[in-house]
């Protein structure tokens, strides 16, 4: 593993430590939430900061300016660009077997290839977004896939906050009509380019109905559904179109961790960074990079309860008592809640114990064995898996609120927040579909499914809620007769109120 890069100044020291979270959060996914995130996240790191200061180098270092004409990618997704390359390193050396296994899948089949392949056939977001000027990218980036409010973007670019608002909506209006330009320059069939003028004009108008040809159309054409989103700035579609056309594989779960993140109020920022740049300590008079060794956190109604320990990052990978004795090392300065994506997959009873094997996977893959360890993976015993049979006479002791977060037409991604009344050791939610959906992916937590009656359980990093405090798992669905919310919801066995 390749040693980090040492920041030149203590400006590329705070930047680098705003990227880290973002890459380690990316590799940690990769890798299945297991102890390979690190040394994949220091590698990629590595090579991305490389590939930045070799393009700074050629430009004579003119790329810093709010209006500077270099057209290449921000650091943020530069340095997730740099994960995946990493990740298809890994797989042709043979390595493989450390990274999750849908993802094995996705490097060897013509989804990754369009990233590496022509570049009028690569993905239309980011070819647009490497069309505009860095720091029109990086505001676009940061206010949309990271997920920070208006202020945070506006402290961490430099900007007037007065004026942060206009200026991204101008910024899309630029990234669209970049898209616009690269979609019309791609190759396309000959049917795809008699809509592609139908599509820009549809597009524009977010009260526009879009014509039924056209809908038909989007649903076989991979290019021209990618265009509609990165076209259509209404509608919330334009982070999940940049996250997936710039990241790839995993994009998704990738933007719902970030978003989350911030939501939690754990994300950091460069405000975050201003008295004490967390992350790094100096050795040697040097700046290095380190890590949280130990988050522990609990989001409460009236208590946030942060407990961090830095341990400095070193490559050596297994080194540590943290990894002695939980096999692996907990992602440092990321939110608790996103270490892994963990999902799973059965018919198993509520009063049956299981174990649900944790992985950030693009869909849900049950008969995977349990060849890596991901973080989150506990085996509770019968006395914790055992949730009691709930008795409506007892006055509820939680309030649940569930939240469709976006749908499609054969599935959907949904987020069960539970606020509980007293303090947990550990936690088992349990719902009830109306519609015949079924779980297909699950993080923050693992489930079990026995006809509509939905089961998640807390993974260790995340089993502890403090009185008042809330829990959260997200996960994916594929959809029944329809879209309604779930009723019955549960804590441990008993009743809680709900809202959606």
């Not at 991305?48 to 270099?70: C, M, N």
């Not at 990754?112 to 990086?138: C, N």
């Not at 820009?200 to 108008?205: C, L």
């Not at 990093?461 to 798992?473: P, R």
């Amino acid at each position: 593993m390749p040693d980090l890069p040492t920041p030149q100044d203590a400006a590329e020291a705070t930047l680098f430590s705003e990227c880290w979270d973002a890459v380690l959060s990316y590799a940690d996914l990769c890798t299945g939430g297991s102890a390979d995130a690190r040394p994949l996240a220091s590698e990629a790191f590595s090579r991305g900061i490389r590939e930045a200061r070799a393009a700074e180098a050629e430009t004579g270092g003119k790329s810093f300016g709010r209006r500077a004409r270099i057209p290449r990618l921000p650091r943020i997704p530069l340095l997730l660009t740099a994960v995946r390359q990493t990740t298809a390193t890994w797989e042709a050396k043979g390595q493989g077997g450390r990274l999750d296994p849908d993802l094995r899948l996705w490097l060897n089949s013509e989804k990754a290839d369009r990233f590496s392949g022509p570049p009028l056939h690569r993905p239309l977001a980011l070819r647009g977004l490497r069309d505009m000027q860095e720091p029109d990218a990086a505001l676009l980036w940061l206010a949309e896939v990271e997920a920070l409010p208006p202020a945070a973007v506006a402290r961490r670019l430099g900007l007037d906050p007065e004026g942060i608002t206009e200026e991204l909506q101008q910024v899309r209006g630029v990234f669209r009509d970049r898209c616009h330009r690269n979609h019309l320059d791609t190759p396309l069939a000959e049917e795809c380019r008699s809509y592609a003028r139908l599509l820009d004009a549809v597009t524009r108008s977010p009260a526009a109905d879009v014509p039924d040809d056209l809908s038909r159309h989007l649903a076989c054409c991979v290019e021209c559904a990618e265009a509609a989103a990165c076209l259509k700035l209404a509608g919330g579609g334009l982070a999940a179109a940049l996250a997936g056309g710039v990241i790839g594989w995993g994009g998704l779960a990738y933007l719902e961790r970030r978003r989350r993140a911030v939501e939690s109020g754990l994300a950091r920022s460069a405000a975050d960074d201003a008295d004490e740049p967390a992350g790094w300590a100096s050795e040697d008079g040097r700046a290095r990079i380190g890590r949280a060794g130990l988050m522990v956190a609990a989001v409460g109604v009236s208590l946030l309860a942060l407990v961090v320990t830095l341990v400095p990052l070193s490559s050596d990978d297994g080194s540590g008592e943290l990894e002695q004795s939980a096999g692996r090392q907990p992602v440092g300065q990321q939110v608790p809640s996103y270490d892994s994506v963990p999902s799973g997959s059965g018919s198993v009873r509520e009063s049956t114990s299981s174990t649900s094997s944790p992985r950030p996977t693009e869909k849900s893959d049950a008969g995977s064995g349990p060849d890596k360890e991901a973080q989150g993976d506990s085996s509770p015993t019968a006395e914790q898996d055992k949730e009691a049979d709930p008795n409506p006479s007892e006055p509820a002791v939680c309030h649940a609120r569930y939240e469709l977060v976006n749908e499609w037409p054969d599935g959907f991604q949904a987020t069960v927040t539970v606020k509980s009344d007293y303090a947990l050791d550990t936690w088992r939610v349990g719902w009830t579909f109306r519609d015949g959906q079924k779980v297909t992916q699950m993080w923050d937590g693992s489930f079990d499914q026995d006809g509509s009656r939905v089961i998640a359980s807390s993974a260790d990093y995340n089993k502890t809620v403090v009185s008042g405090g809330s829990l959260a798992v997200g996960f994916l669905g594929s959809g029944g007769d329809g879209d309604s919310a779930p009723v019955h919801f549960t804590l441990n066995g008993r009743s809680c109120t709900h809202s959606s």
